[in-house]
């Protein structure tokens, strides 16, 4: 495993750890809370501890089986945080878990579509470094050769004709009889 796999990692775990902690301490305080509030009232279902967490550990995962609930306003009250709470915490996992998937899932594809800069660097390095070598080795005459060559080569074509075909539109520099295109015979001027 790489580096950046094992921080990932160690970065998830405790984020869930920490998580986790959260959980179980809003569970155990929000659970003494509702006991506490609820235990001395008359009409009230949570009457001991253990139902208290029982309720607490229901109401954070938001499942809510509704056998003990709160009756008195501060119950009620710390049963919405605890709601809340329950959400937050849940997403908040669900979120970090999904952080870790993609970014194992993009460390992977990183590595197979990112292209190597300096490979590609040096392939252009070594195609001018080629083009360069070949300047290089030509002689006076083959240089002076090259260069009458070219000034030929664009007097042909200033001195050719233009030729366009009326029904295509189509540019020949060379004089046809017919258009390749249209097949229209050309009247050469």
């Given at each position: 495993?790489?580096?950046?796999?094992?921080?990932?990692?160690?970065?998830?775990?405790?984020?869930?750890?920490?998580?986790?902690?959260?959980?179980?301490?809003?569970?155990?305080?929000?659970?003494?809370?509702?006991?506490?509030?609820?235990?001395?009232?008359?009409?009230?279902?949570?009457?001991?501890?253990?139902?208290?967490?029982?309720?607490?550990?229901?109401?954070?995962?938001?499942?809510?089986?509704?056998?003990?609930?709160?009756?008195?306003?501060?119950?009620?009250?710390?049963?919405?945080?605890?709601?809340?709470?329950?959400?937050?915490?849940?997403?908040?996992?669900?979120?970090?878990?999904?952080?870790?998937?993609?970014?194992?899932?993009?460390?992977?594809?990183?590595?197979?579509?990112?292209?190597?800069?300096?490979?590609?660097?040096?392939?252009?390095?070594?195609?001018?470094?080629?083009k360069v070598d070949g300047i290089e080795t030509l002689t006076e005459e083959d240089?002076?050769?090259i260069v009458e060559i070219k000034g030929l080569r664009l007097t042909l074509l200033?001195?050719?004709?233009?030729?366009?075909?009326?029904?295509?539109?189509?540019?020949?520099?060379?004089?046809?009889?017919?258009?390749?295109?249209?097949?229209?015979?050309?009247?050469?001027?």
């Amino acid at each position: 495993m790489s580096t950046s796999h094992l921080y990932i990692l160690e970065n998830t775990k405790m984020s869930v750890v920490i998580l986790a902690a959260a959980a179980f301490s809003i569970i155990f305080v929000g659970g003494f809370g509702v006991f506490l509030a609820e235990h001395g009232h008359p009409s009230a279902n949570i009457t001991q501890f253990g139902d208290a967490v029982w309720w607490a550990v229901v109401t954070l995962a938001t499942v809510g089986y509704g056998d003990y609930y709160p009756v008195t306003a501060v119950g009620r009250i710390i049963a919405i945080f605890m709601i809340i709470s329950g959400v937050g915490i849940f997403a908040l996992m669900v979120a970090t878990l999904a952080k870790r998937r993609l970014q194992k899932a993009e460390s992977k594809l990183g590595s197979v579509t990112k292209p190597d800069l300096n490979l590609l660097g040096q392939e252009t390095k070594t195609a001018i470094k080629t083009k360069v070598d070949g300047i290089e080795t030509l002689t006076e005459e083959d240089f002076d050769m090259i260069v009458e060559i070219k000034g030929l080569r664009l007097t042909l074509l200033e001195g050719s004709k233009i030729l366009k075909c009326p029904r295509c539109g189509i540019v020949y520099r060379n004089k046809p009889k017919f258009c390749s295109n249209c097949g229209l015979a050309l009247i050469i001027t």
